[in-house]
């Protein structure tokens, strides 16, 4: 199978790249999606909102800033501008696609508030977002008949000739083909799956970025794993999310004890926050986050989830942990989100385009998806492409084993140190040479070892402080693993 004159091929349909399809439109478009269509995305699941500078007393410029605050040094100060501006933007298509948002009895949005936020800038759908934005996207591209959707397809490798892309290799249920291109984005989602604690869906092991890094794209900033500090332990996996607006509404945490211990600072910054509730569960604590005093109407998924599990939040604290929930890295992209190989775009959590920094600033994560989505889609546009043959590869599993979580968990997460990194890196070398979530958690691994200090969501309990020096956004790429005999 191969793709008509100039078709573009997207991996991944969640928000990020349901938005580049529609963008390019009338262009031709193949999506390859991992399941059925509309299932299990990480965008499905965000809860929060998306956060956009639309209130009276807010300015983008104050979006921004806060964005930057968050970031710890890290974020690029122009990708910021562009893609926080862009908010409003975001709103305006999604209601003109019909989104239903929470709007106040005189009509206006109804905004709400989360960590590290100076103003209420939150657009939701109550507790389920992200579930609104795909409906509203699939909605859009299934009446957009240039978008052709291929569910149950795997993206199995990527093909180069010259740092030029020129195909992608595929498996369904019904054989492997090859979609000869010279445009593919990447829009896989992210890396919790990795973990054995996370609230994304299982098969979110950072696929798009093992193929990007085979194919020899440079990444960036991997090792800033964001975990969420408040997802509901009550045994499944992945763990349902209980959001951060949660906590602007007035919820607060406690220990087992019932007793408040963040100092009214429950709404500072995830890094800080998950460290602090992690420290709690070191210390053989348990984390509850009291939400007595919140209205159940504005969270009727997340308290009908703790009411199937036997908690009654009304009446009882809802029992939290820390869980794997964004990765800042990805794809290292430039400022049309191409990569360091001509014609390969990356967008949405799999790209790594400097918005995030160190620290991802709350529901700045459909946002990005949405404007890099749209971002893609133009750069695409505007060039001409044609279809080549595309050389065979030598796929490699995207099996996640319970080995990789365990290791990651214990290595790579909230807490790090060189031992323990350089034991990561001895286990999963040998299991990179075939497996791609191992392949993405030793790139993780050897990122963070380079990484001798404290910023954001990355924290070395052997090098504790910030250091200024390191005030830089990290890459790497396969061959930065030649030191573990997998060079490219």
Known sequence: MSTPHGQTVIIGAGAAGLMTALCLAPRPVVVLCAGAFGTETASGLAQGGIAAAVGPDDDFSLHAQDTINAGAGLCDAEVVRKIIAAGPWVIEFLNRHGADFGRNTDGALALG?????????????????????MRVLINAVRAAPTITVIEHAQAIGLAVHGNRICGVHVTTPTGPFTL?????????????????????????????????????ADLRDMEFVQFHPTALACGLDPM????????????????????PFMQGADLSARDIVARAVSQKYAEGDSVFLDARGVQPEKFPGIFAACRAHGINPATQPIPVRPAAHYHM?????????????????????????????????????????????????QAISGRTTRNGKAPPTLPQSSA?????????????????????????????????????PALVALLIAQAAWRRQESRGAHTRT??????PAQATSSTINLSD????????
């Open 240 to 259: 349902p999310l209980v959001s951060e607006a949660v906590r602007g509404e007035g919820a607060v945490f406690v220990d087992r004890a019932g007793n």
């Open 180 to 216: 000869a291109t010279d445009c593919a984005v990447i829009a896989t989602g992210g890396i919790g799956g990795l973990f054995a604690h996370t609230t994304n869906p299982l098969r979110a092991t950072g696929t798009g970025l093992a193929l990007a890094a085979k194919a020899g």
């Open 462 to 467: 052997d090098f504790p402080q910030t250091d």
């Open 329 to 377: 890295g990805g794809i290292a992209v430039n400022a049309d989100c191409e990569s360091s190989v001509t014609g390969l775009f990356a967008c949405g959590e799999a790209a790594a385009t400097g918005l995030h920094g160190a620290n991802r600033l709350a529901s700045n994560s459909l946002l990005e998806a949405m404007v890099t989505g749209r971002m893609a889609a």
């Open 113 to 133: 508030l989360e960590a590290a936020h100076s103003r209420r800038r939150i657009i939701h759908a109550k507790d389920a977002t992200g579930a609104e934005v």
């Open 400 to 436: 996640i084993s319970p080995a990789i979580r365990d290791i990651s968990s214990q290595y790579l997460g909230i807490y790090r140190n060189a031992p323990g990194l350089e034991l990561a890196m001895q286990q999963l070398a040998p299991l990179a040479t075939r497996s791609n």
């Open 481 to 488: 693993l030649s030191n573990i005999g997998l060079a490219a």
